[in-house]
Protein backbone atom coordinates (compact mmCIF):
# COMPACT_ATOMS: atom_id res chain seq x y z
CA UNK A 1 0.00 0.00 0.00
CA UNK A 2 1.14 3.88 -0.86
CA UNK A 3 0.32 6.49 1.52
CA UNK A 4 0.69 10.06 1.14
CA UNK A 5 0.88 13.14 4.11
CA UNK A 6 0.86 16.22 3.73
CA UNK A 7 2.55 18.73 6.35
CA UNK A 8 2.31 21.87 6.78
CA UNK A 9 5.48 21.21 9.17
CA UNK A 10 7.71 18.12 8.73
CA UNK A 11 10.23 17.02 11.12
CA UNK A 12 13.29 15.68 9.16
CA UNK A 13 16.99 14.88 10.59
CA UNK A 14 17.75 18.50 8.95
CA UNK A 15 15.21 20.76 10.61
CA UNK A 16 11.55 21.22 10.15
CA UNK A 17 10.05 21.36 6.58
CA UNK A 18 7.37 23.50 5.63
CA UNK A 19 4.78 22.10 3.18
CA UNK A 20 6.33 19.15 2.46
CA UNK A 21 4.34 15.75 1.70
CA UNK A 22 5.72 12.59 3.08
CA UNK A 23 5.03 9.44 0.56
CA UNK A 24 5.18 5.90 2.33
CA UNK A 25 5.19 2.71 0.33
CA UNK A 26 5.23 -0.28 2.03
CA UNK A 27 6.68 -0.61 4.90
CA UNK A 28 9.32 2.69 4.18
CA UNK A 29 9.11 6.79 3.83
CA UNK A 30 9.51 6.77 -0.34
CA UNK A 31 9.85 10.10 -0.76
CA UNK A 32 9.70 13.59 1.14
CA UNK A 33 9.04 16.31 -1.16
CA UNK A 34 7.29 19.48 -2.27
CA UNK A 35 5.30 18.24 -5.06
CA UNK A 36 2.13 16.13 -4.80
CA UNK A 37 2.89 12.27 -4.92
CA UNK A 38 0.73 9.52 -6.21
CA UNK A 39 -0.38 7.07 -3.55
CA UNK A 40 -3.55 5.00 -2.97
CA UNK A 41 -4.18 6.78 0.46
CA UNK A 42 -3.63 9.99 0.85
CA UNK A 43 -4.09 12.84 3.93
CA UNK A 44 -4.37 16.47 2.96
CA UNK A 45 -5.72 17.89 6.20
CA UNK A 46 -4.15 21.69 6.77
CA UNK A 47 -2.20 22.64 9.56
CA UNK A 48 -0.16 19.29 9.83
CA UNK A 49 2.63 19.06 11.99
CA UNK A 50 4.40 15.41 10.63
CA UNK A 51 6.96 13.95 12.93
CA UNK A 52 8.88 10.42 13.45
CA UNK A 53 6.54 8.23 15.20
CA UNK A 54 6.89 9.08 19.16
CA UNK A 55 8.42 6.33 21.11
CA UNK A 56 7.68 5.76 24.39
CA UNK A 57 10.34 3.66 26.24
CA UNK A 58 8.82 2.79 29.91
CA UNK A 59 5.16 2.35 31.01
CA UNK A 60 2.79 -0.23 32.86
CA UNK A 61 -0.68 0.05 31.45
CA UNK A 62 -1.74 -2.40 33.21
CA UNK A 63 -0.82 -2.03 36.73
CA UNK A 64 -1.54 1.63 36.36
CA UNK A 65 -5.03 1.67 35.68
CA UNK A 66 -5.56 -1.09 38.25
CA UNK A 67 -5.17 2.13 40.52
CA UNK A 68 -6.14 4.77 38.47
CA UNK A 69 -7.16 7.94 40.63
CA UNK A 70 -6.06 6.09 43.85
CA UNK A 71 -2.87 7.78 43.67
CA UNK A 72 -2.81 11.47 43.11
CA UNK A 73 -3.06 14.07 46.49
CA UNK A 74 -1.25 11.83 48.80
CA UNK A 75 -3.04 9.16 48.70
CA UNK A 76 -0.41 6.45 47.92
CA UNK A 77 2.24 7.85 50.23
CA UNK A 78 5.80 7.70 49.17
CA UNK A 79 7.11 6.07 46.37
CA UNK A 80 7.90 2.91 47.54
CA UNK A 81 4.51 2.83 48.96
CA UNK A 82 3.00 3.46 45.60
CA UNK A 83 5.31 0.43 44.04
CA UNK A 84 5.19 -1.90 46.50
CA UNK A 85 1.71 -1.74 48.36
CA UNK A 86 -0.69 -0.92 45.49
CA UNK A 87 0.80 -1.33 42.50
CA UNK A 88 2.69 -4.48 42.62
CA UNK A 89 0.22 -6.74 45.02
CA UNK A 90 -2.67 -5.07 43.04
CA UNK A 91 -1.33 -6.17 39.13
CA UNK A 92 -0.34 -9.44 40.89
CA UNK A 93 -4.40 -9.78 42.00
CA UNK A 94 -5.57 -8.92 39.12
CA UNK A 95 -3.13 -11.23 36.55
CA UNK A 96 -4.80 -13.55 39.28
CA UNK A 97 -8.15 -13.27 39.31
CA UNK A 98 -9.35 -11.92 35.87
CA UNK A 99 -10.07 -14.60 33.15
CA UNK A 100 -7.41 -14.28 30.39
CA UNK A 101 -10.58 -12.37 28.47
CA UNK A 102 -10.50 -9.98 30.80
CA UNK A 103 -6.95 -9.42 31.08
CA UNK A 104 -6.98 -8.97 27.34
CA UNK A 105 -10.04 -6.50 27.67
CA UNK A 106 -7.70 -4.22 30.12
CA UNK A 107 -4.52 -4.76 27.93
CA UNK A 108 -6.13 -3.32 25.06
CA UNK A 109 -7.68 -0.33 27.06
CA UNK A 110 -4.43 0.82 28.58
CA UNK A 111 -2.37 0.29 24.97
CA UNK A 112 -5.50 2.58 23.15
CA UNK A 113 -4.38 4.90 25.45
CA UNK A 114 -0.38 4.93 24.95
CA UNK A 115 -1.00 5.10 21.21
CA UNK A 116 -3.42 8.12 21.78
CA UNK A 117 -0.65 9.62 23.69
CA UNK A 118 1.24 9.90 20.44
CA UNK A 119 3.06 6.87 20.46
CA UNK A 120 3.45 4.56 17.71
CA UNK A 121 6.31 2.17 20.13
CA UNK A 122 6.20 1.61 23.40
CA UNK A 123 8.27 -0.53 25.95
CA UNK A 124 6.37 -2.47 28.38
CA UNK A 125 7.99 -4.15 31.90
CA UNK A 126 5.12 -5.70 32.77
CA UNK A 127 4.55 -9.26 34.87
CA UNK A 128 5.12 -11.97 32.73
CA UNK A 129 1.63 -13.71 33.89
CA UNK A 130 -0.02 -11.19 31.56
CA UNK A 131 0.69 -12.58 27.87
CA UNK A 132 -2.13 -11.08 26.67
CA UNK A 133 -0.47 -7.62 25.86
CA UNK A 134 1.21 -9.36 23.58
CA UNK A 135 -1.97 -9.88 21.72
CA UNK A 136 -3.42 -6.70 22.70
CA UNK A 137 -0.25 -4.90 20.99
CA UNK A 138 -0.48 -6.87 18.04
CA UNK A 139 -4.42 -6.31 17.41
CA UNK A 140 -3.87 -2.60 18.09
CA UNK A 141 -1.12 -2.34 15.30
CA UNK A 142 1.46 -1.02 17.55
CA UNK A 143 4.88 -1.47 17.41
CA UNK A 144 5.69 -3.40 20.88
CA UNK A 145 8.57 -4.75 23.04
CA UNK A 146 6.93 -6.47 25.93
CA UNK A 147 9.16 -6.92 29.18
CA UNK A 148 7.68 -9.76 31.53
CA UNK A 149 9.59 -9.45 34.87
CA UNK A 150 11.88 -11.85 36.24
CA UNK A 151 12.18 -11.74 40.30
CA UNK A 152 14.73 -13.20 42.63
CA UNK A 153 12.25 -12.07 45.30
CA UNK A 154 8.95 -12.69 44.74
CA UNK A 155 5.87 -10.67 45.59
CA UNK A 156 7.51 -7.89 47.67
CA UNK A 157 5.36 -5.91 49.90
CA UNK A 158 5.31 -2.73 52.14
CA UNK A 159 3.78 -3.58 55.84
CA UNK A 160 1.13 -1.35 57.04
CA UNK A 161 4.27 -0.48 59.71
CA UNK A 162 6.06 0.53 56.00
CA UNK A 163 8.62 -2.22 56.45
CA UNK A 164 9.31 -3.83 53.14
CA UNK A 165 8.78 -7.26 53.19
CA UNK A 166 10.51 -9.33 50.48
CA UNK A 167 9.30 -13.04 50.00
CA UNK A 168 12.13 -16.04 49.81
CA UNK A 169 15.01 -13.29 50.84
CA UNK A 170 18.19 -14.50 50.10
CA UNK A 171 16.68 -17.21 46.82
CA UNK A 172 18.84 -16.07 43.93
CA UNK A 173 17.00 -18.75 41.64
CA UNK A 174 14.26 -16.63 39.38
CA UNK A 175 14.78 -19.75 36.59
CA UNK A 176 11.24 -19.99 36.64
CA UNK A 177 10.71 -16.57 35.27
CA UNK A 178 13.85 -16.83 32.92
CA UNK A 179 12.47 -20.29 31.54
CA UNK A 180 8.90 -18.28 31.01
CA UNK A 181 10.36 -15.26 29.36
CA UNK A 182 11.61 -17.82 26.96
CA UNK A 183 8.58 -19.44 25.88
CA UNK A 184 6.98 -15.76 25.51
CA UNK A 185 9.19 -15.10 23.04
CA UNK A 186 9.20 -18.84 21.19
CA UNK A 187 5.69 -17.70 20.70
CA UNK A 188 5.83 -14.06 20.15
CA UNK A 189 9.17 -12.51 19.06
CA UNK A 190 9.07 -11.64 15.80
CA UNK A 191 4.68 -11.58 15.36
CA UNK A 192 3.12 -8.79 13.51
CA UNK A 193 5.91 -8.93 10.51
CA UNK A 194 8.56 -7.96 13.66
CA UNK A 195 6.48 -5.37 15.25
CA UNK A 196 6.08 -7.76 18.46
CA UNK A 197 9.41 -8.13 20.03
CA UNK A 198 10.86 -8.76 23.75
CA UNK A 199 12.81 -7.23 25.45
CA UNK A 200 14.57 -8.45 29.23
CA UNK A 201 13.55 -6.97 32.47
CA UNK A 202 14.79 -7.66 35.52
CA UNK A 203 12.32 -5.99 37.91
CA UNK A 204 14.35 -4.16 40.16
CA UNK A 205 18.13 -4.04 42.19
CA UNK A 206 16.01 -4.66 45.54
CA UNK A 207 14.24 -7.49 43.93
CA UNK A 208 16.87 -9.33 41.66
CA UNK A 209 20.07 -10.97 42.91
CA UNK A 210 23.13 -10.78 41.61
CA UNK A 211 23.47 -14.14 39.77
CA UNK A 212 19.92 -13.44 38.34
CA UNK A 213 21.13 -10.12 37.15
CA UNK A 214 23.74 -12.05 35.35
CA UNK A 215 21.74 -14.80 34.23
CA UNK A 216 19.45 -12.37 32.78
CA UNK A 217 22.08 -9.79 31.31
CA UNK A 218 23.95 -13.26 29.47
CA UNK A 219 20.67 -14.19 27.86
CA UNK A 220 19.47 -10.76 26.52
CA UNK A 221 22.47 -10.17 25.14
CA UNK A 222 23.10 -13.51 23.32
CA UNK A 223 20.10 -12.92 21.73
CA UNK A 224 20.74 -8.69 21.22
CA UNK A 225 17.47 -7.73 22.83
CA UNK A 226 17.26 -4.36 24.97
CA UNK A 227 17.52 -4.72 28.70
CA UNK A 228 15.79 -2.26 31.46
CA UNK A 229 15.55 -2.30 35.02
CA UNK A 230 14.19 -0.23 38.01
CA UNK A 231 17.17 1.49 39.40
CA UNK A 232 16.71 3.84 42.47
CA UNK A 233 13.37 5.03 42.36
CA UNK A 234 13.08 5.44 45.91
CA UNK A 235 15.09 5.89 49.10
CA UNK A 236 13.89 2.90 50.37
CA UNK A 237 15.46 1.11 47.33
CA UNK A 238 19.05 2.60 47.90
CA UNK A 239 18.76 1.98 51.81
CA UNK A 240 18.21 -1.66 50.87
CA UNK A 241 20.76 -1.87 48.21
CA UNK A 242 23.68 -0.32 50.68
CA UNK A 243 22.65 -2.91 53.65
CA UNK A 244 22.43 -5.93 51.12
CA UNK A 245 25.56 -5.24 48.35
CA UNK A 246 27.43 -2.21 50.20
CA UNK A 247 26.75 0.06 47.63
CA UNK A 248 24.55 1.97 45.62
CA UNK A 249 21.97 0.72 43.07
CA UNK A 250 24.13 1.80 39.84
CA UNK A 251 27.41 0.40 41.74
CA UNK A 252 25.10 -2.80 42.09
CA UNK A 253 24.34 -3.00 38.60
CA UNK A 254 27.85 -2.47 37.55
CA UNK A 255 29.54 -4.45 39.86
CA UNK A 256 26.69 -7.20 37.91
CA UNK A 257 27.74 -6.16 34.55
CA UNK A 258 24.57 -4.83 33.88
CA UNK A 259 25.71 -1.03 32.78
CA UNK A 260 26.26 -0.42 29.32
CA UNK A 261 24.72 0.88 25.75
CA UNK A 262 21.86 -1.39 25.74
CA UNK A 263 20.70 -1.17 29.41
CA UNK A 264 17.49 1.57 29.67
CA UNK A 265 17.79 2.65 33.95
CA UNK A 266 14.10 3.48 34.85
CA UNK A 267 13.73 6.25 36.65
CA UNK A 268 17.45 6.48 38.50
CA UNK A 269 15.76 9.73 40.81
CA UNK A 270 18.10 9.09 43.85
CA UNK A 271 21.18 8.57 42.29
CA UNK A 272 24.21 10.60 43.18
CA UNK A 273 26.97 12.95 41.47
CA UNK A 274 29.31 9.34 41.06
CA UNK A 275 25.67 7.05 40.13
CA UNK A 276 25.66 9.86 37.26
CA UNK A 277 29.11 9.76 36.09
CA UNK A 278 28.95 6.42 36.21
CA UNK A 279 25.96 6.20 33.75
CA UNK A 280 27.15 8.49 31.57
CA UNK A 281 30.94 6.32 31.48
CA UNK A 282 28.91 3.45 30.41
CA UNK A 283 26.72 4.64 27.44
CA UNK A 284 23.85 3.80 29.45
CA UNK A 285 20.31 5.26 28.89
CA UNK A 286 18.27 6.74 31.97
CA UNK A 287 14.58 6.74 30.94
CA UNK A 288 12.74 9.82 32.78
CA UNK A 289 9.17 9.60 33.73
CA UNK A 290 9.00 12.75 35.33
CA UNK A 291 4.92 13.14 36.16
CA UNK A 292 4.82 10.09 37.90
CA UNK A 293 7.17 11.29 40.48
CA UNK A 294 5.81 15.06 40.50
CA UNK A 295 2.25 13.48 41.70
CA UNK A 296 4.59 12.65 44.56
CA UNK A 297 6.05 15.73 45.15
CA UNK A 298 9.93 14.61 43.64
CA UNK A 299 11.39 16.37 41.31
CA UNK A 300 12.58 13.85 38.73
CA UNK A 301 14.54 16.64 35.99
CA UNK A 302 15.00 15.06 32.78
CA UNK A 303 17.54 18.23 32.60
CA UNK A 304 19.50 16.98 35.46
CA UNK A 305 20.91 13.68 33.81
CA UNK A 306 20.97 15.36 30.16
CA UNK A 307 23.15 18.10 31.92
CA UNK A 308 25.63 15.05 32.93
CA UNK A 309 26.03 13.77 29.61
CA UNK A 310 24.15 10.38 30.08
CA UNK A 311 21.43 9.78 27.11
CA UNK A 312 17.98 10.25 27.76
CA UNK A 313 14.79 9.55 26.98
CA UNK A 314 11.19 10.40 27.97
CA UNK A 315 8.56 8.14 29.32
CA UNK A 316 4.99 7.76 31.04
CA UNK A 317 5.76 5.31 33.55
CA UNK A 318 1.71 4.32 33.08
CA UNK A 319 0.61 7.65 34.78
CA UNK A 320 -1.09 9.90 32.31
CA UNK A 321 -0.39 8.12 29.49
CA UNK A 322 0.06 11.22 27.06
CA UNK A 323 3.84 10.74 25.86
CA UNK A 324 3.10 14.67 24.07
CA UNK A 325 1.93 15.68 27.44
CA UNK A 326 5.51 14.22 28.95
CA UNK A 327 7.68 16.44 27.10
CA UNK A 328 6.36 19.69 28.49
CA UNK A 329 6.33 18.44 32.07
CA UNK A 330 9.68 16.85 31.63
CA UNK A 331 10.72 20.53 30.70
CA UNK A 332 8.91 22.46 33.00
CA UNK A 333 9.89 20.22 35.69
CA UNK A 334 13.50 20.85 34.31
CA UNK A 335 13.50 24.56 34.46
CA UNK A 336 12.08 24.71 38.06
CA UNK A 337 14.89 21.95 39.48
CA UNK A 338 17.55 23.81 37.44
CA UNK A 339 16.52 27.59 38.35
CA UNK A 340 17.09 28.60 34.52
CA UNK A 341 15.13 28.95 31.29
CA UNK A 342 17.57 27.53 29.05
CA UNK A 343 17.79 23.74 30.14
CA UNK A 344 15.68 21.30 28.59
CA UNK A 345 14.62 23.00 25.27
CA UNK A 346 11.89 21.87 22.79
CA UNK A 347 13.47 20.24 20.42
CA UNK A 348 15.64 18.95 22.65
CA UNK A 349 13.13 16.68 23.94
CA UNK A 350 11.06 16.09 21.08
CA UNK A 351 14.73 14.43 20.41
CA UNK A 352 14.15 11.97 23.09
CA UNK A 353 11.29 10.47 21.86
CA UNK A 354 12.05 10.14 18.62
CA UNK A 355 15.77 9.68 17.08
CA UNK A 356 17.23 9.06 20.80
CA UNK A 357 14.86 6.42 21.93
CA UNK A 358 15.74 5.08 18.58
CA UNK A 359 19.30 4.76 19.25
CA UNK A 360 18.51 3.67 23.00
CA UNK A 361 16.91 0.14 21.09
CA UNK A 362 19.63 0.05 18.28
CA UNK A 363 16.76 0.71 15.80
CA UNK A 364 18.57 3.86 13.36
CA UNK A 365 15.76 2.91 11.12
CA UNK A 366 13.42 4.65 13.74
CA UNK A 367 12.60 7.95 15.05
CA UNK A 368 13.47 9.97 11.85
CA UNK A 369 11.68 11.07 8.44
CA UNK A 370 14.64 10.16 5.93
CA UNK A 371 14.48 8.41 2.80
CA UNK A 372 14.64 4.29 3.67
CA UNK A 373 13.21 4.93 7.37
CA UNK A 374 10.56 2.45 8.53
CA UNK A 375 7.09 4.76 8.13
CA UNK A 376 6.52 5.00 12.17
CA UNK A 377 4.71 8.31 11.90
CA UNK A 378 3.18 10.76 14.58
CA UNK A 379 1.05 13.26 13.09
CA UNK A 380 -0.43 15.98 15.27
CA UNK A 381 -2.93 18.70 14.36
CA UNK A 382 -1.94 22.15 15.50
CA UNK A 383 -4.72 24.50 13.96
CA UNK A 384 -6.13 24.24 16.83
CA UNK A 385 -7.03 27.60 19.12
CA UNK A 386 -4.67 27.66 21.91
CA UNK A 387 -1.66 26.86 19.28
CA UNK A 388 -2.49 29.82 17.08
CA UNK A 389 -0.72 32.14 16.40
CA UNK A 390 2.43 29.80 15.52
CA UNK A 391 6.03 31.29 14.72
CA UNK A 392 7.83 28.01 16.02
CA UNK A 393 5.63 24.32 15.48
CA UNK A 394 8.36 22.67 17.70
CA UNK A 395 8.01 24.87 20.62
CA UNK A 396 3.98 25.24 20.09
CA UNK A 397 3.90 21.27 19.99
CA UNK A 398 6.14 20.79 23.10
CA UNK A 399 4.96 23.80 25.96
CA UNK A 400 1.43 23.86 24.49
CA UNK A 401 0.73 20.75 23.36
CA UNK A 402 -0.88 17.38 24.72
CA UNK A 403 -3.07 14.26 23.46
CA UNK A 404 -5.78 16.34 21.82
CA UNK A 405 -4.13 17.32 18.80
CA UNK A 406 -3.02 13.56 17.49
CA UNK A 407 -4.51 13.49 14.39
CA UNK A 408 -2.74 10.15 12.92
CA UNK A 409 -0.46 7.37 13.40
CA UNK A 410 1.41 5.13 10.63
CA UNK A 411 3.29 2.52 12.24
CA UNK A 412 5.36 0.21 9.73
CA UNK A 413 3.49 1.87 6.97
CA UNK A 414 -0.01 1.16 8.13
CA UNK A 415 -2.47 3.88 8.88
CA UNK A 416 -3.58 2.69 12.11
CA UNK A 417 -4.78 6.18 13.93
CA UNK A 418 -6.76 8.98 11.45
CA UNK A 419 -8.62 11.92 12.68
CA UNK A 420 -8.25 11.19 16.00
CA UNK A 421 -9.70 7.78 15.96
CA UNK A 422 -8.21 4.20 16.11
CA UNK A 423 -8.89 2.36 12.83
CA UNK A 424 -8.15 -1.58 13.54
CA UNK A 425 -10.52 -1.28 17.30
CA UNK A 426 -13.75 -0.19 17.79
CA UNK A 427 -12.81 2.70 20.49
CA UNK A 428 -16.23 2.56 22.16
CA UNK A 429 -16.20 -1.47 22.95
CA UNK A 430 -12.31 -1.04 24.36
CA UNK A 431 -13.44 1.51 26.85
CA UNK A 432 -16.20 -0.20 28.00
CA UNK A 433 -15.07 -4.19 28.03
CA UNK A 434 -11.40 -2.62 29.84
CA UNK A 435 -13.28 -0.74 32.35
CA UNK A 436 -15.86 -2.94 33.28
CA UNK A 437 -12.52 -5.74 33.66
CA UNK A 438 -10.72 -3.09 36.18
CA UNK A 439 -13.33 -2.56 38.19
CA UNK A 440 -13.98 -6.41 38.81
CA UNK A 441 -10.34 -5.92 40.80
CA UNK A 442 -11.56 -2.70 42.46
CA UNK A 443 -14.36 -4.55 43.80
CA UNK A 444 -12.05 -7.15 45.50
CA UNK A 445 -11.45 -7.35 49.21
CA UNK A 446 -8.11 -7.34 48.84
CA UNK A 447 -8.29 -4.30 46.53
CA UNK A 448 -10.42 -2.27 48.95
CA UNK A 449 -7.99 -2.95 51.74
CA UNK A 450 -5.15 -2.04 49.88
CA UNK A 451 -7.17 1.67 49.05
CA UNK A 452 -7.69 2.33 52.55
CA UNK A 453 -4.63 2.01 53.33
CA UNK A 454 -4.87 -1.65 55.37
Known amino acids: MSLAIFGSHVLTPGGVLEDHWVLVEGQRIAAITRTRPRAETVLEAPGRFVLPGLMNLHNHCFSEMVVRNRTEDGASGDEASLVYRLLMPLSRLALNSLSSAERLAAARLGLLQVM ?144 GPDLIAAHCIHSDAEDLALLARTNTTVVNCPRTFARGGVFAPYGRFVAQGIRTVIGTDGYNMDLLGELGAAGMISKLEAGRADVAKAGELLGAVTHVAADAVARPDLGRISLGATADLTVVDLTHPHLQPMADPVRALVWLGHRAELDALVVDGQLVLAGGRHRLVDEASVVAEGATAIRKVWDMPEARAAFAGG
Not at 172 to 183: F, K, M, Q
Not at 233 to 250: F, I, K, N
Open 116 to 259: KGGATSLLEPFRNGIPEMFQAALELGLRFWGAPYVFSSADPRMGADGVMEYASVGNDDGNADLLEWDRLRDLWDGQGEGRIRLAMSPHATDTCGPELLRAAVMRARALSVPITVHVAQSADEVALCRQRHGCTPVQYLERVGLL
